[in-house]
């Protein structure tokens, strides 16, 4: 996993607050992917970026989330007025061209709402 | 609706045997499959994969099988050893789901336990 660098490693939220998780791509990479996993759940997709554009939100809650990935900077991905259900690991994901290359993933963000 | 399933949540193999784990899915748009492990606490790490015009891939001690008609896949680890103890995520795509070939749909995982 080394590469693909995401932080905070564990992030702890109030009720309401907002959530804000950072995952800087594998060197060379320019397509970033995040996915959450919920307690016994496998991973799901929620956002498939590339360099300032948006290319595939279809895993993406409605309302509170969005994601970001600037020119310069890492990707961000944004939860307003966090709930407890958002409790959760949210791992980043990174790959160097869209198709035929697997993803590389970090080492995720714990979120956990109080 | 899960379109991809790893029906064992756990598997328990002695050191030195074949760890089998099984993959079963539902989507017959699906034309290509990976296999992640995953250590408590870590990101998953990719371990081999397998695209639908082919029914077999190894590397090392891994191989995938492919049955596109059963549309079960599986993965072998021989010899399996205890650093092999890890949840194992089989995950599948295809390139116009959602406009991406990384939105994968994963199964929720087989944790399995290899012991010495």
Redesign the interface.
């Known amino acids: 996993n080394a590469g693909v660098m995401q932080n905070p490693r564990h992030l702890v939220r109030r009720r309401g607050q907002e959530a804000r998780l950072r995952c800087s791509p594998m060197k060379g990479h320019s397509h970033v992917y995040w996915y959450r996993q919920l307690p016994e759940e496998g991973l799901k997709f929620m956002v498939y970026l590339q360099k300032e554009n948006i290319i595939d939100e279809s895993g993406m809650p409605k309302e509170r989330f969005s994601a970001e990935f600037p020119k310069e900077g890492p990707s961000i991905l944004r939860i307003q007025q966090v709930v407890r259900g958002d409790s959760a690991a949210y791992f980043c994901a990174s790959s160097p061209r869209d198709r035929g290359s697997p993803l590389h993933f970090g080492n995720g963000t714990r979120l956990t709402v109080t | 609706d899960q379109q991809?399933k790893?029906n064992s949540p756990s598997l328990s193999v002695q050191e030195g045997r074949i760890s089998i784990l099984n993959c079963d899915y539902t989507n017959s748009m699906f034309d290509y499959f990976?296999w992640?492990k995953k250590y408590p606490?870590?990101?998953?790490?990719?371990l081999i994969?397998i695209s639908s015009i082919k029914d077999k891939n190894e590397d090392g001690r891994f191989t995938v099988f492919l049955n596109k008609s059963a549309k079960h896949l599986s993965l072998h680890i021989v010899p399996s050893q205890p650093g092999d103890s890890a949840v194992y995520?089989c995950?599948a795509g295809h390139?116009n789901y959602?406009?991406?070939?990384?939105?994968?749909?994963?199964?929720?995982?087989t944790k399995l336990s290899v012991k010495p």
Request: aromatic share 16%.
């Open positions: 991809v790893q990976l992640y606490a870590e990101g998953p790490t990719f994969s995520f995950a390139k959602g406009g991406s070939q990384g939105n994968l749909i994963f199964g929720k995982g």
